[in-house]
Structures are given as structure tokens and as C-alpha cells.
């Protein structure tokens, strides 16, 4: 029981004591927050001592706790490091020989554990231990302890860590991120027009020709996308019905190639083989499946969503109708946590009101279960109405989200303005299925506050982690880049008219910030409109939106994103879904900027 060894020193002192020291290669602050320890000698009640772990090393050792006054012979000890969210990143545990005096005994906790308590020798020699990027790996009581080397990625000796040994080196500050180049990929659903073909042949192969948004989560080993509002060419779906849709590609096959997403997109269908549509049209062979909505236990349907889809609706299930939408998504191993923005109690189309996440378990069919609702804009504004449009983002053991909530009051009028900014929640990744529990994240003051305790008022007013003065923002997605330590979010801002429509990359080290960011699309530019706007009947090429009637939305980075160290600094390489309102099609886009700092 005692594959990490430990010195035992004693003298002829009584009665006994216990000291327990960790060395680790894990950095206290970014990979774990708190140190528990958990003595326990026989049949007796447990002993805990917890140690609030920030920014002090533990490579070399320290000591974690001290046990006093131990009686027993045999003393069982466990030693876990916990992140914030109080998850075990890592934990190690012995069965310790304590003779009469003072035991000092020291654990080796290492990240090549994880959270493994027994965790096996590894090496008899350095040599067997693979070193990283930017620092050493030792063979330490038979493990592999790896160190990052901070002078190697520019920091000094004993400082911040800019070297992360799993990784390589990171920013541990940012001064600016620069655009150098945003380039067309292709169209993902419709060719040159809507009634064209792109190389996804959607048209007939899964009867859908037309769609919006897109929201990316990897699920499995694939990535997929939630599309919105999704139109039958043939038979299926009457206009205000158009439910969401669902595609996916071998998320391996996107990373070798990014245009595998350009011919490549299965979208889930229905059992009918062939399709409805196939008797009007033979050339159609299956037809697309809409997302199923089930309320919570109890509750009624039309509490998340109103427009009706006759036929296929209960009191308690249905399919969303038009503009009620995915807007974010979270990927697991079997399924999705799906995050809407709906217009629950209007029955007209409008300014959403009402934010809920639902979880969808996979398999052959789209049916999701409703967990509960987030946020409003019409009732008591639970998160302040900040998070009608959410960005869910898991790291570090929380659930964190980026959200913007009051936009447009109506569609098509003109002056009427978005009106919210860029806004962060979080809660504990363990407690997503539990309705509230969500933190603020106030900017004013830079503290973490429960939302429950706040007034309505107090939750309103919170100002915005981006945008606070122009607001401006509606659809918004977000990625953390790990390789480099870097957040992404993307959105699509709007302040006065459609000259200042535009698609803007923000980036920070941690999710509160500071941010950086920049335009990485702008419809009113000249280069864009030489490149992009639509000419004659047909959008040709590069050309994906009728410039003088319309414009861009739903910016979407996907899990994609390529970063590579330069003179200059970190380069992103951002390939984003982007939706055109028309002609009405999602197009994929690649951004590449230059993230500065220290």
C-alpha cells in the first residue's frame, strides 16, 4: 500500500504525531484550489484537515496537515487536491505504520494519477519518463513527476507559471488580439440560391432546404451541430411550423480536413424509408428529423414554448416552431445539454423572452428531456434577463455561461436596437440537471455572488462582461482552446443599422477576464462586399448574402480552433458557422487572428 514511499522518523517522544507533506507537479490555483486530508485510525471517527491551496509551489514539498495526539498503529490517510467546484482532480492514498514520537510522511501526487488513489509505479529512472515541451519530468518514489521550466517560456524562476507541462507555454496576460485574415470555406446547406444544392446535397438526401445557426458540441466521436428554424423542400413542414434539426460529422475526419463539413454532414432522419416526399419527388430519399420537446414532470409544454405545431402536440411534448431555437449546446460521451432561447407566452414571432436547458440522451431519435428553465426577460429574471442567448463553456469543474439577453423588441422596425451586452454565469458542472444555483459574475466589484441572493433589481443591473457601453450583442458562441489556456467567444453585435452589423472574437486566459477583441467580419466593409455580396439571381462562389437586404447572424466557433506559438504571439486559427438571413443558408468561415500578451 505504500507505492509512493515516505520517510518515518521518530524519537522518543509521546504521545504520537503525524505530519503529512505532498509533493506534486499539479499547480495549486489553476489545477486544484484546496487540499483535503483524511486520517483514520481503526474503528474511530475520521479526522479532515483542509488546506485553501492559491498560488504557493508544492513541487519541491509542503506540508498539508498535522494529526496530533495519534493512537492506533496502523493509520489509513487519503489525500485528495479538489478543484473549485470541489471535484478530486487527483488523490493518493496509504496505510501509514505510526510508531511513538513524530512521522513525517510525504505523498506523491502526480497529474499522470488523475484521480487513480493506488496509481501504480511508473518508472525506476528518469529516463522513463516522458519530459514536456517546455520542462523536465523526474522519476519521483516511482512515479513521473513533470515540471514546467517558466524561464523556458520567457517567466522568471519561481513566478507565474506560464509553462503548463501538459501543453507548453501560455499567456499568462493579454495586451491586444489582431485579425490577420477571415476566409470562406463554403455553404453548408444551399448552393448558389436556395433552391440550389451544396456539396451536402441536404436537398435530397435529407429533404431540407433551408436552415439557420448550427450550435457545435462534440458528442461521442462526433461533432454535431443544432441547427434552428429548418424548412422541408417537398411535403414535410408548412411555413411557422419549421422545427430544428440536427447534423453530424466524424469529428476526427473535420480535424484532418475542415471541409469534411462541406459534403460530408449526415443529418438525423426519420424511420420513413424512402421519404414522404419521394412520391412528389423520387429524387428525395429521406426525410430530416425535428427536435422532440418534453416539459419537466408536471408542467405544461407551453411554459417553454408557444407556437404551435398542430397535430404533433400534447399538452406536455412538441416540436418548437419558428424562432424558438438551440442556441448553445454542451457535448457529452452519450448525448447533449442543449440550451434554448424561446418566446414562452407571446404566440407571435418577437424578441425572445425565456431561456431553458434540456438534455437529449442520444440515439436514433432527437427527443430531448426539458430540465429546467434559466432565465427570462418577462417575469422575475432569474439570472437578470442576461441570459436569454447562452454559450456554455465546461471547465475546471463548472458549467460556465456567456450569455445576452434583452435584444431586438421586434423584427423588422426600424431604430429598434439590441440591447444587452456580454453577461457570465457558472454553477458547479455536478449540479447541471438541478434547476438554479447559478453565480453572477459581478465586473464592478470582481466577486462571484449568488444569484438567489440578489433582488430583481440588483440581478438587472449587473453590468456586462463585454459590451457594457454599446451592448449591442444577440446570438454568441464560446470554445476554450486548451492547448494554448485561451477562452474564444464569438458574437454577432449590432448597434446603429446595418452599417455596424459585424461578427466580433473576444479572448481571454480565464473566463472573467480581461478581454480582448476585435472585428473579424464587417457586411459594410468594402472587401467584403467585393467578395461576398450576392450579384445578379444567382450567389456564385464566394458570394453567400444579399448585401442591401439583409445581413449575418449566429456566429458559432467550433471546436476546431488551431493555435500555434509565433514570434508575434499565440495565432488562432477560428473556423465559425455563420448564418445569412438572405439567401437564407449557413456558411462556414475561418478567422485567423494573433492573440498578444505576456
Known amino acids: 500500500m505504500l507505492p509512493l514511499a515516505a520517510l518515518l522518523?521518530?524519537?522518543?517522544?509521546?504521545?504520537?504525531?503525524?505530519?503529512?507533506?505532498?509533493?506534486?507537479?499539479?499547480?495549486?490555483?489553476?489545477?486544484?484550489?484546496?487540499?483535503?486530508?483524511?486520517?483514520?485510525?481503526?474503528?474511530?471517527?475520521?479526522?479532515?484537515?483542509i488546506l485553501r491551496a492559491t498560488d504557493q509551489s508544492f513541487r519541491t514539498g509542503a506540508r498539508i496537515a498535522e494529526f496530533d495526539d495519534v493512537r492506533t498503529a496502523s493509520t489509513h490517510v487519503r489525500v485528495e487536491l479538489l478543484d473549485s467546484a470541489g471535484n478530486v482532480t487527483a488523490q493518493r492514498s496509504a496505510l501509514i505504520a505510526v510508531?511513538?514520537?513524530?512521522?513525517?510522511?510525504?505523498?506523491?501526487?502526480?497529474?499522470?494519477?488523475?484521480?487513480?488513489?493506488?496509481?501504480?509505479?511508473?518508472?525506476?529512472s528518469s529516463s522513463d519518463c516522458d519530459a514536456p515541451g517546455c520542462g523536465t519530468a523526474t522519476c519521483d518514489s516511482g512515479l513521473c513527476v513533470r515540471r514546467g521550466d517558466e524561464v523556458a517560456c520567457g517567466g522568471e524562476p519561481d513566478g507565474p507559471a506560464p509553462c503548463d507541462p501538459d501543453n507548453g507555454c501560455r499567456l499568462t496576460s493579454l495586451t491586444s488580439v489582431e485579425p490577420s485574415a477571415t476566409s470562406f470555406v463554403c455553404k453548408l446547406i444551399s448552393g448558389d440560391e436556395r433552391e440550389y444544392e451544396s456539396a451536402n446535397r441536404t436537398h435530397t438526401r435529407f429533404n431540407l432546404t433551408a436552415t439557420d445557426r448550427g450550435?457545435?458540441?462534440?458528442?461521442?466521436?462526433?461533432?454535431?451541430?443544432?441547427?434552428?428554424?429548418?424548412?422541408?423542400?417537398?411535403?414535410?413542414?408548412?411555413?411557422?411550423?419549421?422545427?430544428?434539426?440536427?447534423?453530424?460529422?466524424?469529428?476526427?475526419?473535420?480535424?484532418?480536413?475542415?471541409?469534411?463539413?462541406?459534403?460530408?454532414?449526415?443529418?438525423?432522419?426519420?424511420?420513413?424509408d424512402p421519404s414522404l416526399a419521394s412520391v412528389a419527388d423520387p429524387s428525395i430519399l429521406r426525410d430530416f428529423e425535428g427536435t422532440y420537446l418534453h416539459a419537466?414532470?408536471?408542467?405544461?409544454?407551453?411554459?417553454?414554448?408557444?407556437?404551435?405545431?398542430?397535430?404533433?402536440?400534447?399538452?406536455?411534448?412538441s416540436f418548437a416552431g419558428t424562432a424558438e431555437v438551440p442556441s448553445g449546446a454542451l457535448g457529452t460521451a452519450d448525448g447533449a445539454y442543449v440550451f434554448w432561447a424561446s418566446r414562452s407566452g407571446r404566440f407571435d414571432i418577437g424578441p425572445m423572452r425565456r431561456s431553458f436547458v434540456a438534455r437529449w440522451d442520444r440515439g436514433p431519435r432527437l427527443t430531448q428531456q426539458i430540465l429546467y428553465a434559466v432565465d427570462d426577460v418577462a417575469w422575475d429574471r432569474p439570472l437578470g434577463g442576461h441570459f436569454v442567448h447562452t454559450a456554455p463553456v465546461e471547465h475546471d469543474g463548472y458549467l460556465y455561461l456567456f450569455g445576452a439577453g434583452e435584444t431586438r423588441r421586434g423584427l423588422g422596425l426600424p431604430g429598434v436596437l439590441y440591447r444587452d451586452g456580454v453577461h457570465l454565469a457558472r454553477k458547479p458542472i455536478r449540479d447541471l440537471e438541478t434547476p438554479g444555483g447559478f453565480q453572477l459574475y459581478d465586473v464592478a466589484t470582481g466577486h462571484w455572488v449568488a444569484a438567489a441572493e440578489l433582488s430583481r433589481s440588483e440581478r438587472v443591473s449587473l453590468p456586462a462582461l463585454l459590451e457594457n457601453e454599446e451592448h449591442g450583442v444577440y446570438e454568441l458562441g464560446a470554445q476554450y482552446v486548451e492547448s494554448v489556456g485561451l477562452f474564444v467567444v464569438m458574437y454577432h453585435h449590432v448597434t446603429e443599422g446595418s452599417s455596424s452589423n459585424r461578427v466580433r472574437l473576444a479572448t481571454a486566459t480565464r473566463p472573467e477576464g480581461p478581454w480582448v477583441q476585435t472585428d473579424v467580419l464587417t457586411p459594410s466593409a468594402a472587401e467584403f462586399q467585393a467578395r461576398h455580396c450576392c450579384e445578379g439571381d444567382r450567389c456564385a462562389g464566394d458570394r453567400f448574402l444579399r448585401c442591401e437586404r439583409a445581413g449575418v447572424y449566429a456566429a458559432?466557433?467550433?471546436?476546431?480552433?488551431?493555435?500555434?506559438?509565433?514570434?508575434?504571439?499565440?495565432?488562432?486559427?477560428?473556423?465559425?458557422?455563420?448564418?445569412?438571413?438572405?439567401?437564407?443558408?449557413?456558411v462556414l468561415l475561418r478567422a485567423q487572428v494573433v492573440v498578444r500578451g505576456e
Open 556 to 586: 458559432y466557433p467550433l471546436p476546431l480552433i488551431g493555435a500555434e506559438w509565433t514570434d508575434g504571439g499565440v495565432a488562432l486559427d477560428v473556423p465559425f458557422v455563420l448564418s445569412s438571413m438572405e439567401p437564407r443558408n449557413v
Open 215 to 272: 450550435a457545435p458540441a462534440v458528442v461521442g466521436d462526433d461533432l454535431h451541430f443544432f441547427f434552428g428554424d429548418s424548412h422541408g423542400r417537398q411535403t414535410i413542414w408548412r411555413p411557422g411550423e419549421d422545427p430544428d434539426s440536427v447534423a453530424h460529422v466524424d469529428l476526427e475526419g473535420a480535424r484532418a480536413d475542415l471541409e469534411a463539413l462541406c459534403s460530408q454532414l449526415e443529418f438525423y432522419v426519420t424511420e420513413d
Open 99 to 124: 510508531h511513538p514520537g513524530w512521522a513525517a510522511v510525504t505523498f506523491v501526487v502526480t497529474r499522470e494519477c488523475g484521480s487513480d488513489e493506488l496509481c501504480d509505479a511508473a518508472c525506476r
Open 9 to 49: 522518523a521518530s524519537c522518543a517522544t509521546d504521545p504520537a504525531a503525524l505530519a503529512i507533506d505532498i509533493r506534486t507537479d499539479l499547480v495549486a490555483g489553476d489545477d486544484f484550489t484546496m487540499v483535503r486530508t483524511t486520517a483514520e485510525e481503526g474503528a474511530g471517527e475520521p479526522r479532515t484537515a
Open 296 to 317: 419537466p414532470p408536471g408542467e405544461s409544454i407551453r411554459d417553454y414554448i408557444d407556437r404551435p405545431v398542430p397535430f404533433f402536440e400534447t399538452e406536455t411534448s
